[in-house]
């Protein structure tokens, strides 16, 4: 019934720039947090960053300062600005959202498929 699908990834050179999307979409009704995580290989999901409905925004200290997300409540849409990436960047991110769908009053998290970023020389 719902479905997120991220886009952006891809390979960069250190001290590069990639830009992540993620569209929700299906039967909603309400979309409350966004997130993105991301895991590196060998390493547990990490969360790196999430915004609220509203818009307020938390990050991960190793990510502050260099990335920065928002989001589009109207196209339901959060994308992830990712600056001076760094070899310890490379990672699959994941989009994560809490969602109502129609004819419930309970918020449900969805995952996205994941993107690969590889951050290389």
């Known amino acids: 019934q719902v479905q997120l699908v991220e886009s952006g990834g891809g390979s960069v050179q250190p001290g590069g720039s990639l830009r992540l999307s993620c569209t929700a979409s299906g039967n909603i009704f309400s979309i409350y947090t966004m997130y993105w995580y991301r895991q590196a290989p060998g390493k547990q999901r990490e969360l790196v960053a999430r915004i609220t409905r509203g818009g307020s925004t938390d990050y991960a200290e190793s990510v502050k300062g260099r990335f920065t997300i928002s989001r589009d409540n109207a196209k339901k849409t959060v994308d992830l600005q990712m600056n001076s990436l760094k070899p310890e960047d490379t990672a699959v991110y994941y989009c994560?959202?809490?969602?109502?769908?129609?004819?419930?009053?309970?918020?449900?998290?969805?995952w996205g498929q994941g993107t690969q970023v590889t951050v290389s020389s």
């Open positions: 994560y959202a809490e969602i109502i769908i129609w004819g419930t009053d309970a918020p449900t998290g969805y």
